[in-house]
Structure formats: structure tokens, C-alpha cells
């Protein structure tokens, strides 16, 4: 499993970015793929999940402002990140959830600052 996240970058408050991950060495058009993130001493926390199927669930913290989804012909996952705001400011991480083990990709930084 190879998962390679990008698109990071620094904005300003208000600014928007796009990540994404593509994704390698599994099934990718049948997974859930989740979007976590870990701000400086803090623990990383779920942002998104995305389903098969398209079907996704968001942290209350990025609700009505991110918004993910998935190219099953390409492999890929996006996260349209708008709005956004210093607390935002982490490494962004892509994940797979895929029989009891947990795979992650090399994570990719946001900075939102003025």
C-alpha cells in the first residue's frame, strides 16, 4: 500500500487549498479512505471519511467548509479545503483503514496564517 498526499501549502485566513492523495497497491475503488490531520502538540483527529460509494462524514470543525471526494478511475482522493482559518494549520494526513492494520501516507503541511 502506497498512499502520496499533496498540495499543501501556506494562505492566508479566508484562503482555499486542494490536497490529494493517490493512492496505490490495493483495491482503491472499494475502500473507505479517510482524511486525518495533527496540528503541532496536539493528537492527530479524523477529518473526513469518503466511501466507495462517495458517501462522506466530517469533523464538526470542518463542516460547510472542506469537502472530500474520490476519482476511483485515477486512484485519487481530493479535500477541497475553503474558509480557511489558523486552527486549520497541521500536517494532513491520508489514510486506509484495510484488514485490522492502518496505512498512512507521508502527510503534507498546511499553514493558514496572515
Known amino acids: 500500500v502506497q498512499l502520496q498526499a499533496s498540495g499543501g501549502g501556506s494562505v492566508q485566513p479566508g484562503g482555499s487549498l486542494r490536497l490529494s492523495c493517490v493512492a496505490s497497491?490495493?483495491?482503491?475503488?472499494?475502500?473507505?479512505m479517510g482524511w486525518y490531520r495533527q496540528a503541532p502538540g496536539k493528537q492527530r483527529e479524523l477529518v473526513a471519511t469518503?466511501?466507495?460509494?462517495?458517501?462522506?462524514n466530517y469533523a464538526d470543525s470542518v463542516k460547510g467548509r472542506f469537502t472530500a471526494s474520490r476519482n476511483n478511475a485515477k486512484n485519487t482522493m481530493y479535500l477541497q479545503m475553503n474558509s480557511l482559518k489558523p486552527e486549520d494549520t497541521a500536517v494532513y494526513y491520508c489514510?486506509?483503514?484495510?484488514?485490522?492494520?492502518?496505512?498512512w501516507g507521508q502527510g503534507t503541511q498546511v499553514t493558514v496564517s496572515s
Open positions: 489514510n486506509l483503514q484495510l484488514r485490522g492494520s492502518n496505512y
Open positions: 497497491g490495493f483495491n482503491f475503488r472499494i475502500n473507505t
Open positions: 469518503i466511501t466507495s460509494g462517495g458517501d462522506t
